[in-house]
């Protein structure tokens, strides 16, 4: 009974994943004016903009690299939707359009989401080892973020 059973749901598990092949979300990078980055309008220590770079760009900006498994269903649309989710929360290609408060405010949030380990996600990390930050790096980002300490 189950060996008649896996005949049938094996082929047609593979027959599903094939045919969403055909089905891919939207994998693009829009076009962003450099002016209006995190670098050019908060105009970070060069440390912070490289762990910003280096942990929170591929989700949080308009410069994803998209993975090889960005380009397999069904992985590519949760990677697709992650990134839709993490640019509509916090693109630090746009930086500019945040007014002060809001930047400050986006910058304390990003240093309790490093500090309480939400951000990078759990997820992102084991493929994606170099986005892990270090205790240090936290400190850094955290104690030297414009506008001084974000507790």
Not at 64 to 89: C, F, I, M
Not at 115 to 135: C, D, F, I, K
Request: aromatic share 8%; glycine share 4%.
């Amino acid at each position: 009974m189950i060996r008649r059973m896996l005949r049938v749901a094996f082929p047609l598990a593979v027959a599903v994943l094939i045919g969403a092949q055909f089905f891919p979300p939207a994998r693009t990078n829009p076009v962003s004016d450099p002016e209006s980055s995190f670098e050019a309008v908060a105009r970070p220590p060069a440390e912070v903009a490289s762990l910003v770079n280096r942990a929170c760009r591929d989700c949080h900006s308009n410069e994803t690299v998209w993975p090889w498994y960005s380009k397999v269903a069904p992985v590519s649309w949760l990677v697709a939707k992650d990134v839709q989710e993490g640019r509509n929360h916090l693109n630090f290609s746009e930086w500019g359009r945040l007014g002060p408060e809001m930047a400050r405010s986006r910058l304390r949030e990003v240093c309790e989401q490093v500090r309480g380990n939400e951000m990078p996600l759990w997820y992102y990390v084991p493929l994606h080892p170099t986005a892990r930050l270090s205790q240090t790096e936290v400190t850094t980002l955290c104690n030297q973020s414009p506008g001084g300490p974000a507790d």
